[in-house]
Antibody
């Protein structure tokens, strides 16, 4: 089964760009079988879907973040990435990557990374 | 966006109790409703999908029901390992949205 692992800086300065990578194992990201998602969770709060990317590069972003988000796929490294620009304290959260199989019309997320904590501070 | 509202926000229960958590959508989502369990420091784990289908490997004491705008998650006999936070998620439309969570605590 698919396994996911997030990586990236744990500390980002206000107004700068948060950059995270999710490394996929157990399947090729080029297989075209999955949508690759980012979801975040501020400390003590609920879950917020950030967006998703398909192998082709096609993306869907949460309208609340769309102006600041860029997602990309690197098939040579079996990774996908998130960039969130102009961060503020409100962007501090645990960031998860998650997969959604293209045949999963029920739209639930069965596979998640362990999560990576991002702090925003100068 | 579709708003998901869970109730209660928290509850205290004893081992062996029957527990029910409610999730309401701001518009009809048919049966596109999923339930997750999250323990501290861990990623969410899917329990129920499509409102009432039990994910493989999840104990049968968990069940889900509902359609349209009103849904419930029931734990028939609470076990020590069930103390956690539970989230509903709608997958009817993009962006997928989650409820605010229900924390189940030990009484």
């Amino acid at each position: 089964q698919v396994q996911l692992q997030e990586s990236g800086p744990g500390l980002v300065k206000p107004s700068q760009t948060l950059s995270l990578t999710c490394t996929v194992s157990g399947d090729s990201i080029s297989s075209g079988s999955y949508y690759w998602n980012w979801i975040r969770q501020p400390a003590g709060k609920g879950l917020e879907w950030i967006g998703r990317i398909y192998t082709s590069g096609s993306t869907n972003y949460n309208p609340s973040l769309k102006s600041r988000v860029i997602m990309s796929v690197d098939t040579s490294k079996n990774q996908f990435s998130l960039k969130l620009s102009s961060v503020t304290a409100a962007d501090a959260a645990v960031y998860y990557c998650a997969s959604l199989h293209t045949s999963n019309w029920d739209g639930y997320f069965p596979h998640w990374g362990q999560g990576t904590l991002v702090t925003v501070s100068s | 966006d579709i708003q998901m509202t869970q109730s209660p926000s928290s509850l205290s229960a004893s081992v062996g109790d029957r527990v029910t958590i409610t999730c309401r959508a701001s518009q009809s989502i048919s049966s596109y409703l999923n339930w997750y369990q999250q323990k501290p420091g861990k990623a969410p784990k899917v329990l129920i999908y499509a409102a009432s289908s039990l994910q493989s490997g999840v104990p049968s004491r968990f069940s889900g029901s509902g359609s349209g705008t009103d849904f419930t998650l029931t734990i028939s006999s609470l076990q020590p390992e069930d103390f956690a936070t539970y989230y509903c998620q709608q997958s009817y439309s993009i962006p997928p949205t989650f409820g605010q969570g229900t924390k189940v605590e030990i009484k």
